[in-house]
């Protein structure tokens, strides 16, 4: 799109509207729920999740049971202890040695196999995620990607996928293997003692209330970092695209004071979130020390006064009862703790999961229309019929509502009656503009920059829905083309030229996926282009990066517009192809041009009005409405705007 259109026009109301869900309704700014992420992991993964959490339940009740084993070797070396009968003690403690060592083989088992499938289901579901990200974004509308900046948009592919994987491949697993372990070691305790398991029950409410505290204001700068961050990226994206703009202006200075402005709401937002973050882990590991003294003074005292010990099992209180509980006690302590390590990534992650969420809710461009483009060719009849093959004559393969087929042959004629648009529903941009080309007509427009000559050829192309009036092509109402058909039947020539990492010839093979080398280079002579690219190191196999940004600008634009030649479309449409290049380039590239249009209906937009004069029509445009038209004699004869924009009297701007 030209510089016009995305700042004069579009850009009326600069405040980004905010991000839709389906329906039209505001996205959650929250984090994304776990169950959500959850789903969306079994959805991709259904049996290889599935068998990950079975290895990580086995592995967390396995590991808790060592306890259960130390407790009963302690009976036993008590029972022995006076007797000194070792032999006999052996005897009985080696098959719970033999046991425990199956039972660390069984869990380590587990765990391999867990890392394993953890990471074929991470790196799996990432993998899915973009994919599916992508598909979608290529789906949205141009309004989504003139209101959201691309370093934003980039950053759901780079820090929330990040967060994402984080998430999934640490956090999920490290707090499904804890609250496991907790439970065990929970149910164990139980089993040996209800009152001291009381008071670590205590310490346990007291600890969950730190992680709700702590970890819900983290959660909120979590949530504003991963923003903030965007906005950053998004920053950094467009100060390097436009580093050339600044350079020349010398605001280097002020782009930095306004970098350290975004970069300082960043560091705000991270560093209070980590603040709460790491803090809780310390909190809670002293806590969980507070309650192993408790336990050991609770148990001592009950020792000492005889106090019964009420418990699941119906164990007495004894010393080997009190010994193993203190492990159970620090495991159990130590596993909250680890809880509250992985809340910093389970905040992140839902973060970040929201995000992606978001832009996966995003309404996919609209489109309706049952109108499509196809081959066509006579039968022995005379009647136009579908071709397998490609031929030299497009049609429009019109379904009707009885069931019946029509062909009409694709001529290139475009009416607009009555259109009214704008960008935003209180700004209205073109108003009551009727007007036609012909099929082979040659329609300019001219007027200063805002006018509405880019956003014209945008309702052409469906890439805005006008909000009045009718569009026609060759007769049928565009609404009831389908879109990727109607853009194909149009061929575009922008004034900036956008050219993809690749070989030149893939370049001008982009207009037509399937065309030959042979119809490439003749697509390239003749815009005029073959010449200049025999001269590159490698020739039509020069390899093309960063925008092309070795050749010259009107190199780039002869390219571009072999690429459309390569396309043959019937219609075409050239945004100011000639208006940031020289007139000696100017020149070859109008020739090119020139040659481009030859027998095609053709929109041009210039600021050069020599590049006009040639035009059936031309259409001069003032805030949105026509107010002259006709030949370049008729205008000039009129002495009206035209005249006085032709002969210098006043400039375009």
């Not at 049928?476 to 061929?491: A, E, P, Q, T, V």
Request: glycine share 8%; proline share 3%; hydrophobic share 45%.
């Amino acid at each position: 799109m030209s510089n016009e259109t995305t700042n004069a026009e579009k850009n009326q109301n600069p405040t980004p509207r905010p991000q839709q869900g389906k329906g039209g309704k505001p996205a959650s700014r929250r984090a994304a729920s776990m169950g959500k992420v959850l789903k969306m992991v079994f959805r991709y993964y259904p049996v290889h999740a599935t068998v990950m959490v079975i290895c990580i339940v086995a592995a967390a009740i396995l590991t808790s049971l060592p306890s259960i084993f130390m407790q009963q070797a302690l009976v036993i070396v008590g029972k022995y202890w006076q007797s000194g009968d070792w032999n006999s003690a052996l005897a009985e403690i080696a098959p719970l040695v033999t046991t425990l060592i199956g039972v660390y083989v069984v869990a380590i088992s587990c765990n391999v196999l867990q890392t394993q499938l953890g990471a074929m289901v991470t790196q799996g579901t990432l993998m899915k995620v973009r994919n599916e990200m992508f598909d979608h974004m290529e789906d949205l509308p141009i309004r989504y990607f003139d209101t959201n900046k691309h370093g934003d948009i980039m950053s759901y592919y780079t820090n929330d996928v990040d967060a994402l994987r984080q998430l999934i491949s640490q956090a999920l697993p490290n707090l499904l293997t804890m609250f496991l372990q907790m439970a065990a070691t929970l149910a164990i305790m139980l089993w040996y003692s209800i009152p001291l398991s009381f008071v670590v029950l205590v310490m346990v409410a007291l600890m969950a209330w730190l992680v709700r505290f702590m970890g819900g204001r983290s959660a909120r700068f979590f949530i504003a970092q991963q923003k903030t961050l965007a906005r950053a990226e998004g920053f950094a994206e467009e100060s390097m695209t436009g580093q050339k703009v600044v350079k020349v202006f010398t605001h280097e200075k002020q782009m930095t004071e306004d970098f350290d402005k975004v970069n300082e709401e960043l560091f705000v937002a991270a560093r209070n979130a980590n603040i709460y973050g790491n803090t809780l882990g310390p909190v809670l590991f002293n806590v969980g020390n507070l309650a192993y003294v408790l336990v050991a003074l609770a148990g001592g005292i009950s020792l000492a006064l005889g106090i019964p010990n009420p418990s699941i099992g119906g164990f007495a209180l004894s010393i080997d009862i009190v010994v193993p509980y203190l492990n159970l006690t620090k495991r159990f302590a130590g596993s909250i703790g680890q809880v509250s390590q992985q809340i910093n990534f389970v905040v992140m992650g839902l973060a970040g999961a929201e995000r992606i969420f978001t832009l996966l809710a995003e309404e996919p461009e609209a489109d309706n229309g049952y109108v499509t483009l196809t081959h066509v060719r006579k039968d022995e009849k005379g009647d136009y019929v579908e071709s397998d093959e490609r031929t030299d004559t497009w049609a429009w393969k019109h379904p009707h509502h009885d069931g019946t087929l029509t062909f009409h042959p694709l001529e290139g004629d475009i009416r607009l009656r009555g259109v009214d648009f704008g960008y935003t529903p209180d700004h209205t941009v073109l108003h009551d503009v009727t007007l036609y080309a012909k099929p082979g007509q040659k329609v300019a427009f001219v007027g200063a920059t805002g006018a509405g000559k880019t956003t014209i050829t945008n309702l052409i192309n469906r890439f805005y829905d006008i909000a009045d009036g009718k569009i026609r092509y060759d007769g049928i109402n565009i609404n009831k083309i389908r879109k990727s058909d109607l853009r194909r039947s149009l061929g575009i020539v922008l004034q900036d030229v956008n050219l993809f990492t690749g070989t030149v010839m893939d370049n001008i093979r982009y207009g037509r996926l399937e065309a030959t080398d042979g119809e490439c280079i003749a697509a390239a002579k003749l815009a005029g282009a073959d010449s200049f690219i025999r001269r590159l190191p490698e020739g039509y196999n020069t390899m093309l990066t960063d925008n092309a940004a070795s050749l010259s600008q009107g190199q780039r634009q002869l390219i571009s517009i072999a690429r459309a030649a390569v396309a043959d479309p019937p219609a075409m449409i050239l945004d100011e192809a000639t208006s940031s290049i020289d007139t000696r380039t100017e020149a070859i590239v109008q020739r090119g041009m020139d040659a481009l249009m030859a027998g095609r209906t053709t929109f041009v937009i210039a600021h050069r009005l020599s590049t006009v004069r040639n035009a059936n029509v031309i259409i001069v445009l003032d805030h949105g409405h026509i107010i002259e038209r006709g030949t370049h004699e008729e205008l000039i004869a009129q002495r009206g705007t035209y005249y006085q924009l032709y002969t210098g009297a006043f400039e375009l701007e």
